[in-house]
Nanobody, 124 residues
Framework: QVQLVESGGGLVQAGGSLRLSCAAS????????MGWFRQAPGKEREFVAA????????NYADSVKGRFTISRDSAKNTVYLQMNSLKPEDTAVYHC?????????????????WGQGTQVTVSS
C-alpha cells in the first residue's frame, strides 16, 4: 500500500511558477510509474504529466507541454512537478498518482494510488 502526500500548491499570479512535490511512502518507489492529474471545479479530472519508473520516459498533456516539467528523486521517494508560465486556466486541485507498471499512462483509471491533492490558484 502506497501513501502519497502532495505539497507546494498556493496562490500565484499569471506568469509565475510553482513546484509541486509528492512524497511516497509504504511501497517500493522504484516500482511505480507516477503521474500528475488536475481537476477544476465542475470539470473532469485531467491528465497533466507522467514519468516512468526509471525517469527515462515522460509524457505531457498538450496544454502544459513546454511549461511544466515532471521529475523524480528516488533517494527522496518524491516526484515533482515544476510549473512555469502559469495561466489562470491552470487553476485546479493537483493530485499525484502511482501505478505499478513500467509504462507511463495518461488515463486516470490506470493508476492504483492517489494523493489527497494540493490547490493551485493562478490569478490574472
Amino acid at each position: 500500500q502506497v501513501q502519497l502526500v502532495e505539497s507546494g500548491g498556493g496562490l500565484v499570479q499569471a506568469g509565475g511558477s510553482l513546484r509541486l512535490s509528492c512524497a511516497a511512502s509504504g511501497g517500493t518507489f522504484s516500482s511505480y510509474a507516477m503521474g500528475w492529474f488536475r481537476q477544476a471545479p465542475g470539470k473532469e479530472r485531467e491528465f497533466v504529466a507522467a514519468i516512468s519508473r526509471s525517469g527515462g520516459s515522460t509524457n505531457y498533456a498538450d496544454s502544459v507541454k513546454g511549461r511544466f516539467t515532471i521529475s523524480r528523486d528516488s533517494a527522496k521517494n518524491t516526484v515533482y512537478l515544476q510549473m512555469n508560465s502559469l495561466k489562470p486556466e491552470d487553476t485546479a486541485v493537483y493530485h499525484c498518482a502511482a501505478r505499478e507498471s513500467i509504462f507511463v499512462s495518461s488515463s486516470w483509471n490506470r493508476y492504483d494510488y492517489w494523493g489527497q491533492g494540493t490547490q493551485v490558484t493562478v490569478s490574472s
